[in-house]
């Protein structure tokens, strides 16, 4: 398989020691984040772009995901995994844990969404009812079932802005809606990634109660540096699972 990851916070550790970086590249949107870095892993091709840069400075609402996924989709990927950092608000959804969403709501705004440009041609409305439904998230659910990583196999993602956290009422909203974790990077790369027909799923790493939502009100930072190697140990062993050993 040739597999595109691109993954947010935390990420980077599932790049070996010694992969390629490949060429700065352009594309008709600007720069991507990063350049890719490539490996193999047995007869597998992997490619990571970190959506964030590679110093992480880039933040949720500045990725130029337009040129990011037009990037990964010059590569011609089999799949893409959206690796993202998220808050747990289902209470399932405990620091640590890894969740397969199978639905999104978009709270963000102002970002570039969509490569339809007005530029002459007619509009397509991209199908959107099930935003992961392609056959990659079917490998993935069947990853974590075999490894018993996880028992979190759907699940609403719900996308803000950022950079900063969350209210706890707007937490409270969230949950009425029915989202069961939040993160900022969700959207708009799911959409674009729609419109240019990538085999595209997520693996959310929940890093921290979403605001409100932890039982002794810790820091969420302080939850964030605690969990995220354990989530980060769950997506490797997700990896190896769906692609076999090296
Ligand atoms: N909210 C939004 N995005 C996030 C969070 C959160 O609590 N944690 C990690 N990304």
Known sequence: MRLVIIGGT????????????GDSSQTPYG???APFLHWRHGEHELYFLAR?????SIPPHRVNYRANIWAVHE????AVLGINAVGGIHPAAAPGELLLPDQLIDYTWGREHSFEAGSGRPVRHVEFT??????????????????????????????????????????DRLERDGCDVVGMTGMPEAGLARELQLDYAVC??????????HPE????????????????????????NLLGGR
């Open 52 to 56: 964030h840069g590679l110093e992480a």
């Open 217 to 240: 009100n810790a820091d969420i930072h302080a939850q964030i540096e605690q969990s995220i190697a354990a989530g980060m140990a769950r997506v490797e062993q997700l990896l190896d």
């Open 31 to 33: 720069s991507p984040s």
């Open 130 to 171: 099930r935003p992961f439904d392609g056959p990659f998230r079917t490998q993935l659910v069947q990853a974590v079932e075999r490894a018993d990583i996880s028992r979190l196999c759907a699940g609403c993602y719900g996308a803000t802005q950022g950079p900063r956290l969350e209210t706890a009422a707007e937490i």
């Open 10 to 21: 935390g990420a980077l550790v599932l790049v070996p020691a010694g992969s390629r970086t």
């Open 75 to 78: 590569l011609a990927p089999d």
């Open 204 to 213: 959310a790493v929940v890093v921290n109660y979403a605001a409100g939502r």
